[in-house]
């Protein structure tokens, strides 16, 4: 036979001489070497692979057996399992018909003599690669990632006690005969359990019991609510436990009667239970929005449905994970999320407290009188404004303040002072006040308002008596002031006409607002150039760069007032939205913010959101409309003017409260006060000397 087999290994010889040359120092042991590992290659050609007592290699590396007798001398044979997965550390190379191992470093550095042999070239590749990896999945301390004929060396440093995974593969699935020498280094062995330490419930997975004599006694220990089969070394486990964790046990007992206990810990992961957000307070009455946050299971995504006790009214919603309730019933509620994951579903509910209807008023005055919403208050210039939040149920009866959130809007401008207001507003206006009433945790008030007048300073005189007087002439002046006409107060301040029809803005379909103004002026004419003084409206929508706004006159002239800049930009309110209503059918309408495109107007909405990026919420005031109100020259005034409000981009929405227009007739809103003769202030009066 040796005859036969020397012209076989030459080549072998002679490259592993080539690679001894690198490894040792001296002429003679280069020489030696190959011929020792001609014939150790002679014998392991001759013997059993795997010798006797070695484990066959395994096809994946959380099976990989644990070689209790040692890599040297150990030889095999690569089978074909042609399950492709990547070669870590080697991003270019893919694993074939990879086969591995598992050893116990007991020294520090170890060097590994990989030959191959007899390469069959199965799909026109010869050769093998390989790697030492320092667990299943973790990084490599050695690799071979050319595809080679000839021995190859894998060297690493490594920590002793720790387990370590060797990896052979053949190229493009090349069937090579192989062997292994430790040049340096040792191993040792203990009895190991080898399997996954993390799960999913229902998953069945085997478990190894490495480094274990054939002689061995093995007792697989019971594993609480958990189906297993035992099949020598190997124990299959069906983990159907409801339990976080476990552990895989198993005493070994030799033939010298010495028993060791060994265990795996298993973590199993279990479909847990979603949180349920939403409002716990709300009352009677209202539409509440509940969300469940996305929730997988070992890469599963449930089915959800949803159930609400009998006090709501559970309303249909376009998305799964968001519903909307309409609450019908005081007293403990609740609603609950039921994910479905294949044949296990798991419930979580939220607890809800629905408190009776509720109602705010608002009073007035110092100490606080009732007032009627609809009227307005007259104030003089130097009075503060007091006003007084009240909380009552459908009875009348007061609701405790201290579980409410008081927030007073006096025109675009928020006062969050409790339910007790008192401010100085600026003399010569008219406002309207807002009341906004929540609890922190669900209940929403029905907002209440009402208008504020207050009065403009007098500044005009009378000087009695009147000239001429003559030089030398002692005279007595007095002065009086001028009686000043009052100040009507309407739902828009300072408009000539107003729409105060609340609309809803449809969200991202494409679909348009449509809000009409008819004006009827006695004796107005075509617009001339600058007579449009404002376009106002009062707004709130959660991304400001969503919309698309442009008025219309009576001919049909049309300019775009805020324009839409593609789906592009960061998010920018408009007013106060509400936040929690996206994906619902109708949206809630939040707090309106006042702005205006005047032709005075420094920038549009879109390049003040630009040049103030961190602003978020666009304050309200006067805008440069994006195409120019010149347009309007030549309409005529009288007639149908129409507002237009599109949101082109999809999920934020918002509402449209009013607008109004400004032809600067001074119909309605602010009047300018006329005086008698001719006014002066009393601080530049200055007498004329006459002869």
């Given at each position: ?591 309106g913010y006042p702005y205006c495109w005047t032709p005075d107007g420094n920038q549009t909405w879109i390049q003040y959101a630009n040049s103030h990026p961190s602003n ?76």
């Amino acid at each position: 036979m040796m005859p036969s087999l020397l012209p076989i290994l030459v080549k072998p010889a002679v490259e592993t001489h080539a690679i001894f040359l690198r490894k040792w120092s001296t002429l003679a042991k280069s020489l030696v070497l190959p011929l020792i590992l001609l014939l150790s290659i002679n014998l392991e050609l001759k013997g059993q692979c795997p010798p006797p007592g070695s484990p066959s290699t395994s096809d994946s590396c959380v099976q990989a057996p644990l070689l209790c007798t040692g890599l040297d001398g150990y030889c095999g044979t690569l089978p074909t399992n042609n399950v492709l997965q990547p070669l870590p550390d080697c991003p270019a190379n893919t694993l074939n018909n990879d086969e591995w191992l598992s050893f116990e470093a007991a020294s520090s550095t170890i060097s590994l003599l990989i030959t191959p042999t007899n390469c069959q070239g199965t799909n026109g590749q010869f050769g093998m690669q390989g790697a030492i990896y320092e667990s299943c999945g973790g990084m490599a301390v050695a690799t071979q990632c050319e595809c080679t004929e000839s021995p190859f060396l894998l060297e690493a440093n490594l920590n002793p006690g720790q387990v370590y995974y060797l990896v052979l593969d053949g190229c493009a699935g090349d069937i090579c005969d192989f062997s292994v020498e430790m040049l340096e280094g040792s191993t040792a062995c203990q009895p190991i359990i080898v399997g996954p330490t993390s799960v999913c419930l229902g998953d069945t997975v085997v478990y190894v019991l490495n480094g274990v004599g054939s002689s061995a006694n093995i007792e697989w220990l019971p594993i609480p609510n958990a189906s297993t089969s035992i099949n020598g070394n190997n124990l299959e486990v069906v983990w159907n436990t409801y339990y976080d964790s476990s552990l895989v046990c198993a005493l070994v007992t030799d033939t010298n009667q010495v028993s060791q206990l060994l265990c795996l810990h298993v973590q199993i992961n279990q479909p847990f239970p979603a949180n349920v957000y939403g409002p716990t307070m709300p009352c009677v009455g209202n539409m509440s929005v509940y969300t469940a946050l996305d929730n997988e299971y070992c890469n599963e995504v449930p089915n959800l449905f949803w159930t609400v006790s009998s006090g709501g009214d559970l309303l249909s919603s376009p998305n799964p994970s968001s519903i909307q309730v309409q609450w019908t019933d005081q007293g403990l509620q609740e609603v609950c999320l039921h994910q479905i994951f294949g044949t296990d579903t798991v419930t979580s509910c939220l607890g809800v407290n629905v408190l009776p209807m509720l109602h705010a008023t608002i009073l007035v005055g110092n100490p606080p009188m009732p007032f009627n919403a609809d009227s307005t208050i007259h104030l003089c210039p130097t009075d503060s404004l007091n006003l007084t939040a009240l909380i009552s149920d459908s009875n009348g009866n007061p609701y405790p303040d201290s579980a409410f959130n008081f927030r007073w809007l006096i025109e675009g401008n928020q006062f969050l002072s409790g339910k007790n207001l008192s401010v100085k507003l600026p003399a010569g206006n008219c406002y309207k006040v807002n009341l906004d009433a929540s609890i922190l945790l669900g209940c929403q008030v029905q907002d209440t308002s009402l208008n504020v007048e207050i009065a403009s300073i007098p500044v005009a005189v009378e000087i009695f008596p009147a000239p001429p007087i003559c030089e030398g002439e002692s005279v007595t002046l007095s002065a009086t002031t001028l009686p000043y006409a009052p100040l009507p107060c309407e739902d828009n301040p300072g408009g000539d006409a107003s729409n105060n029809t609340n609309l809803a803005i449809p969200d991202g379909d494409g679909t348009s607002v449509e809000s009409v103004i008819h004006v009827d002026i006695p004796q107005a004419g075509v617009l001339a150039p600058n007579q449009l003084k404002a376009i106002c409206a009062n707004l709130e929508h959660s991304w400001m760069r969503d919309l698309e706004v442009t008025l219309t006159c009576p001919n049909g002239q049309t300019a775009i007032l805020h324009n839409h800049p593609g789906q592009i930009g960061g998010e920018f309110y408009l007013g106060i939205p509400y936040q929690n209503d996206e994906g619902l059918p109708t949206p809630f309408p939040g707090t309106g913010y006042p702005y205006c495109w005047t032709p005075d107007g420094n920038q549009t909405w879109i390049q003040y959101a630009n040049s103030h990026p961190s602003n978020y919420t666009l304050p309200s005031g006067n805008y440069q409309s994006f195409q120019p109100l010149s347009i309007f020259n030549g309409c005529p005034i009288n007639g149908d003017w129409t507002l237009t409000v599109t949101d082109r981009w999809a999920i934020d929405n918002g509402y449209l409260f009013y607008w109004s227009l400004d032809f600067g007739y001074g119909i309605s809103g602010t009047q300018t006060l006329s005086s008698i003769g001719s006014p002066t202030t009393a601080s530049r009066f200055i007498p004329t000397t006459v002869s």
